[in-house]
C-alpha cells in the first residue's frame, strides 16, 4: 500500500480547497460554489433572511437616520449635528456615566464569581455537578423580566425581604429604589446576586480539558492546590475568561429590562442607562435622527473596549 508523503492533502480535498480558495471575487467560480454546495445554502437561507431584516437593514438604517432628522415625510439631512448634540447632552453624559458604573461592578464580579464556583464544582462527583449546574443555569433561561418582578418584591418598602431582614438588626426600612443614593446600587447589586450560568458552564467545560499530567507534575513538586489554581488552572482558561468578559461587558452596556421593569431610569435620573436612554429618545420623544448618534455612538464605546480587552486578556501561544 502507498503511503501519502507527511503533509500532502488528498487530492479530492485539495481540488475542493483550490475551488473555495479561488472564488473570492471571481463570479464564475462563486457561483460553481454556491451551485455545488446549493443544499447548505438552502438551510442557511431563512436564517439570513431574519438576520438582514431584523438586524442588518436596522443597524445601517440607524447608522443613515443618525445623519438626519427623521420626519415621516421628507427627513431632513443635518450633518454631525445630531452627534453634536449627543456630546453636549447632560443626560447622555449621566447615563453614561450610571452604564460605566454598572459595567465597572458588575463584569468582575460575575466572571471573577463564576470562576470561583466552577472550581468548587468541578470537584464534585457527576451527580452534583449535573445538580449545581441545573441550578445555576436556571436564571439564564429564565426571562429578566420575571427574575426583575421578583427583586422589585424583595426591594419594597413596606414587606420587602431586604427591609424584614434589617429590621432583625434593629435598622428602619430603606427606600432601596426610590432613592437617588441606593437605585443604582440596588440594581448593581441584583445583577451581582444572579448566577452567570453562561460562564460556570463554560468554565466547567474548558477546565475538563486541562491535562491531569500537568496537575501531577505539580504535585510532585509539592504545590499545594491553590498554587495550582493560581498557576495552572488560571492561565490555562485564559481564553474562555476573554470571551465571557466580552461577552458580559456588552451584555452590560446594553443593561435595559432590569431598568425599565424597576426603576424606569428614576428617580430623577439616578438608574439611567445608554440604552434606556436610546429608547426613550426614540419611542417617547419621536427624536430618531438623535436615538440613531446615541447608537452609533454606543456602538464605538462598546467597540473601544472589546478591542481593549483583547488586547490585554488575548491568548498569546
Known amino acids: 500500500m502507498t503511503q501519502m508523503p507527511m503533509g500532502a ?25 454556491v451551485k455545488r454546495n446549493y443544499s447548505a445554502y438552502l438551510f442557511l437561507l431563512p436564517k439570513l433572511i431574519l438576520f438582514t ?18 420626519k415621516i415625510f421628507g427627513s431632513e439631512f443635518v450633518g454631525f449635528a445630531n452627534y453634536i448634540k449627543v456630546f453636549e447632552s447632560d443626560a447622555f453624559r449621566i447615563a453614561l456615566k450610571n452604564t460605566l458604573l454598572f459595567t465597572v461592578v458588575t463584569v468582575p464580579f460575575g466572571v471573577i464569581s463564576a470562576l470561583v464556583l466552577s472550581t468548587l464544582i468541578f470537584e464534585l462527583g457527576k451527580v452534583s ?10 436564571p439564564t433561561v429564565t426571562s429578566m423580566v420575571i427574575i ?21 438588626f434593629g435598622v ?48 510532585m513538586d509539592g504545590a499545594s492546590r491553590f498554587k495550582q489554581w493560581i498557576h495552572i488552572t488560571i492561565p490555562l482558561l485564559k ?6 468578559v466580552l461577552l458580559s461587558t456588552i451584555g452590560s452596556f446594553q443593561v435595559f429590562t432590569q431598568i425599565i421593569m424597576m426603576t424606569g431610569g428614576g428617580p430623577g ?6 440604552v434606556h436612554l436610546i429608547y426613550k429618545t426614540g419611542f417617547r420623544d419621536f427624536e430618531f435622527g438623535l436615538a440613531g448618534a ?24
Not at 21 to 32: A, D, T, V
Open 9 to 33: 492533502v488528498p487530492k479530492k480535498k485539495d481540488e475542493k480547497l483550490k475551488v473555495i480558495g479561488k472564488s473570492n471575487g471571481n463570479p464564475k467560480k462563486l457561483f460553481y460554489e
Open 53 to 70: 431584516l431584523f438586524v442588518a437593514i436596522p443597524v445601517v438604517w440607524a447608522f443613515v437616520l443618525s445623519f438626519q432628522k427623521y
Open 129 to 138: 455537578q449535573s445538580l449545581f449546574r441545573s441550578a445555576f443555569y436556571l
Open 148 to 168: 426583575a418582578m421578583v427583586w422589585r418584591w424583595m426591594y419594597n418598602y413596606d414587606f420587602g425581604l431586604f427591609n424584614y431582614v434589617l429590621g432583625w
Open 172 to 219: 428602619g426600612p430603606v427606600n432601596w429604589l426610590g432613592q437617588s443614593s441606593t437605585a443604582l446600587w440596588a440594581l448593581i447589586i441584583m445583577q451581582c446576586l444572579i448566577p452567570f450560568g453562561v460562564g460556570i458552564i463554560m468554565y466547567l467545560a474548558s477546565m475538563g480539558s486541562i491535562s491531569q499530567s500537568l496537575y501531577e507534575a505539580a504535585r
Open 239 to 244: 481564553p474562555t475568561t476573554l470571551y465571557l
Open 269 to 274: 435620573s439616578a438608574t439611567e442607562t445608554l
Open 294 to 317: 446615541q447608537s452609533v455612538v454606543l456602538f464605538v464605546i462598546i467597540l473601544i473596549f472589546s478591542v481593549i480587552q483583547f488586547r490585554v486578556l488575548r491568548h498569546d501561544e
